[in-house]
């Protein structure tokens, strides 16, 4: 048992230490606060990806039952589609981790996932839990199930195909075998040696829904009314939700509000039957403990006398309440409570503790100067005792539990020789109140380089690769470096987490807080990300090498060639100064022309610096989410591709984000970008073809209007190619697309290695400039089509048909009609993905697809 209370214990902190502006309670949520510590219960939600939680069941159970409230993710959303920007594949699962932990702070619900990897659309369970490696994923729903420990699990999805996609079904299926597994001791013993136990859930339920054309629901299913309004928050749940669902803005979920009752049905899937309620027989309080009672008497009492004008006058009540929960012989709720009463007596005592630096990044072998800054607003007795930097969270928890366990001092003495103290400032002063403490201490930096812990090691096809069990389940890496503030309320010793931030003031949002990035001690910029070659002409490729560290060092540089292909490069010796960045060149060329010779061409240098540095720096901002920094590998990759174009100039209108132009360019075309005011047949007829991006008319309303204009270009020998938009969005009355009609569909062809048909081989688009054939379809990355046309006009040519296993043959993926002089295409083919890949097909296709028609 007292193993199992050290490591929960360390977890709650890494979870605690990740908010990104520090947060405050009013009076009115420290109240709900208050009511919440005598709630003993806890409820796990399960589904696939995010977005596709019950936002307003989370907001309902978390806020109105108090309940501690998660939602396991099997996948961060890597394979969907961006709306806001062109991330794809691993960034885009980065975007949408942090919109899930941007939707909990609105929810209060906890945010975990698995390792599994969301590899795009899956229409069947088999496929989904075969790629995902199912025991490796079954493995990790069964650690959370043992660390959360919930007295209940919901499941967002039927574990079949009224699920609806087979990601969606597999969630179900996992959540299931894991109710099972997680209490058998026989099922992954090896999780028990981190201070886990076999965890018997009381029962799982499947929340039935009604979306998307497809009623799950029924009047003798268990029902609950998750409409209700907190007066303590000024909301209602739907309200709430709709906050924390909006957060989703990469896949455009931004939703109403919604007001007044609304019912949520369930239906038990294995367990104790139930009644009324979700939660019968159930103990909701602390008379689930030994000596329970008298903590309710307590938290009872502390509600009864909490004045909302003086929160302060509720801390030694608190303090009291905190001695007596230590008491008590249970691990896991007493771990959770304990660091519950610890933010309610900082909140009601109106203490405010920072660590934070105004260096918006550090390097490994640097300094940093972090900036401390104590405050007790109140009249409340505090002692201020010693800060510590870079403290372990594990000391960190003994501390605040006094304990003394030898599992604590083991796993304490391994991690002190890792990373020991570098600051630990004794204090033993008393706080006056309402005046500041502030100083301020420098370090040297010893971290190693800031990544996201699951994206650290090459992943396998279906899951990432992370090896420390401690870290599964996470839903991002704990602080690059906390601080600890130990400090007396009332004759009692508190140790208080806060991660190190960097602050700074921005002249329009004003105050800023953004995570501490430990940087490289050196960075490289690749010029290109692709090269494409038509010939063995050489191109140039350069490499920017940047320095971080303040050290001086000769180093030596390189670039590696990738088998296949000859390079030339200006090699030579450099000083390491930081501020002296050195640029290599190098000329690249394909030593033999095949089509789809394909490679990666690498940096590599040498220096004093014992580090590995062959990194760049990746950074997405997106206004409601925090700055995200990442390291990938500096590579170029280079692809040989056998096309020929007709035309040169295009002009593209911008979508929801893809690298389309980019592509282009690299084919030989002049790509010009094409805003409202430029979408005149006046200005359009010096194109050879216009392409609308992605999505382009679901972003775009001014495209509506522009229908005439586009149409007379075509008419008069222009080639329109529209990409693909999606059905919820667009609709003939919203916006008119072509000159004959067709329905945007969901169909879709999600294996990307599925047969394609040849439906007119003889015409023209299959064979000018380029012939096509079925090699041209070899090698496509995670899907062949999206939102494919249906109900197709007579005049138009669908070019092939496709499908997935078990599926009939659709003939909507690409189609094509005359029109006057020109030609109007619809793909719904996924270049977006094929093209930044370097798909050699991809390259061909789409080179006919913009020739201008060959009579």
Not at 627 to 644: G, L, S
């Amino acid at each position: 048992m007292r193993k199992g209370i050290a490591f929960i214990l360390s977890f709650v902190i890494l979870f605690t230490a990740k908010a990104q502006t520090p947060q405050t309670m009013n009076s009115a949520e420290i109240l709900l606060g208050l009511k919440k510590l005598k709630v003993i219960g806890s409820v796990l939600y399960v589904a696939a990806h995010p977005d596709d939680e019950n936002t307003r069941l989370l907001a309902y159970f978390s806020k109105e039952r108090l309940y501690r409230t998660g939602y396991l993710s099997m996948t961060r959303g890597d394979g969907g589609q961006n709306l806001i920007g062109d991330e794809q594949g691993i960034e885009l699962g980065l975007i949408r981790t942090q919109e899930l932990l941007a939707a909990r702070r609105i929810d209060g619900a906890e945010q975990f996932f698995t390792r599994a990897y969301d590899f795009g659309f899956s229409k069947t369970t088999e496929e989904a839990l075969s790629i995902w490696e199912k025991e490796k994923i079954l493995s990790d729903v069964v650690w959370v199930i043992r660390k959360f420990q919930p007295d209940v699990i919901i499941t967002r999805f039927p574990p079949d195909n009224r699920a609806g996609h087979g990601h969606h079904s597999a969630s179900a299926v996992l959540a299931r075998e894991a109710f099972d597994a997680a209490a058998d001791p026989n099922r992954f013993p090896e999780q028990f040696k981190y201070g886990v136990k076999p965890w018997k859930t009381k029962r799982i339920f499947w929340n039935t829904f009604n979306f998307g054309g497809n009623n799950t629901t029924s009047n003798d299913q268990l029902k609950l009314d998750v409409g209700a309004f907190n007066p303590l928050l000024g909301k209602g749940y739907g309200e709430i939700a709709s906050e924390s669902r909006s957060m989703h803005k990469s896949q455009g979920f931004g939703v109403p509000s919604q007001r007044g009752s609304s019912t949520e049905f369930f239906t038990l899937t294995a367990g104790e039957p139930v009644q009324q309620d979700l939660a019968e027989g159930i103990i909701n309080d602390w008379s689930r403990f030994e000596g329970g009672a008298a903590i309710n008497a307590m938290i009872d009492q502390i509600v009864a006398n909490y004045s909302v004008q003086n929160p302060s006058a509720s801390v030694q009540s608190l303090v009291a309440l905190y001695n007596a929960i230590e008491k008590v012989n249970d691990g896991d709720w007493k771990i959770k409570k304990l660091n519950e009463v610890k933010s309610l007596i900082e909140a009601c005592a109106g203490l405010w503790m920072e660590a934070s630096t105004n260096q918006e990044y550090i390097v490994t072998g640097d300094s940093l100067r972090v900036n401390f800054n104590v405050i007790n607003r109140t009249a409340i007795p505090v002692l201020l005792k010693r800060v510590m930097l870079d403290s372990s969270s594990l000391l960190a928890s003994r501390d605040s539990l006094k304990s003394k366990l030898s599992w604590y001092d083991e796993a304490l003495k391994k991690e002190m020789s890792e990373q020991p103290y570098f600051v630990d400032s004794t204090f033993d002063k008393q706080l006056t109140p309402n005046q500041n403490i502030n100083f301020a201490r420098r370090i040297l930096v010893k971290r190693q380089v800031t990544e996201p812990y699951w994206i650290v090691k090459p992943m396998s096809t279906g899951s990432f690769t992370v090896d420390d069990q401690r870290k599964i389940g996470m839903a991002e890496n704990s602080s690059s470096y906390t601080a600890v503030f130990h400090i007396s309320v009332y004759g009692t010793d508190f140790s208080f987490v806060k991660p190190v931030m960097y602050k700074h003031t921005d002249p329009v949002k004003g105050e800023l807080y953004e995570k501490l990035i430990v940087y490289p001690p050196a960075l490289i910029k690749a010029g290109n990300s692709l090269l494409l070659f038509k010939d063995t002409t050489s191109k140039q490729i350069s490499f920017s090498f940047i320095p971080q560290a303040t050290i001086k060092t000769n180093g030596t540089v390189s670039i590696n060639g990738a088998s296949g292909w000859k390079v030339n490069s200006d090699n030579g010796k450099f000083e390491f100064v930081k501020g002296n960045d050195y640029q290599l060149n190098a000329k690249v060329r394909p030593e033999k022309f095949s089509n789809g010779l394909s490679g990666f061409i690498q940096p590599n240098y040498s220096s004093g610096v014992s580090f590995i540095n062959k990194q760049r720096v990746r950074k997405i901002q997106y206004d409601h989410i925090p700055v995200i920094t990442y390291f990938p590998d500096a590579v170029t990759k280079v692809v040989t591709v056998d096309a020929k174009i007709v035309g040169k100039k295009i002009g593209y209108i911008n979508g929801a984000g893809d690298f389309l132009p980019y592509s282009l360019q690299q084919l030989g075309y002049t790509v010009e970008m094409l805003t409202e005011d430029k979408v005149t047949y006046a200005n359009l007829k010096q194109y050879d073809a216009v392409v609308t991006g992605i999505r382009a008319y679901n972003i775009h309303e001014w495209l509506s209007n522009a229908y005439d204009e586009l149409m007379q270009y075509v008419k008069e020998g222009g080639v329109l190619l529209v990409q693909y938009n999606t059905s919820n969005q667009l609709g003939q009355l919203r916006s008119k697309i072509s000159p004959y009609p067709f329905v945007i569909s969901r169909n879709r062809v999600t294996e990307e290695n599925a047969k394609v048909n040849f439906l007119a081989p003889n015409h023209v688009v299959l064979n000018y400039p380029n012939k096509i054939t079925e090699k041209d379809f070899e090698g496509w990355v995670q899907e062949r089509s999206v939102y494919e046309a249906d109900n197709i006009d007579a005049k138009f040519t669908s070019l092939f048909g496709m499908n997935d296993a078990g599926e009939p043959q659709r003939n909507g993926s690409l189609i094509v009609a005359d029109y006057g002089k020109g030609r109007f295409v619809y793909s719904a083919l996924a270049f977006f993905r094929q093209l930044p890949a370097g798909v050699p097909g991809s390259y061909r296709l789409i080179a006919n697809l913009l020739a201008k028609p060959n009579k």
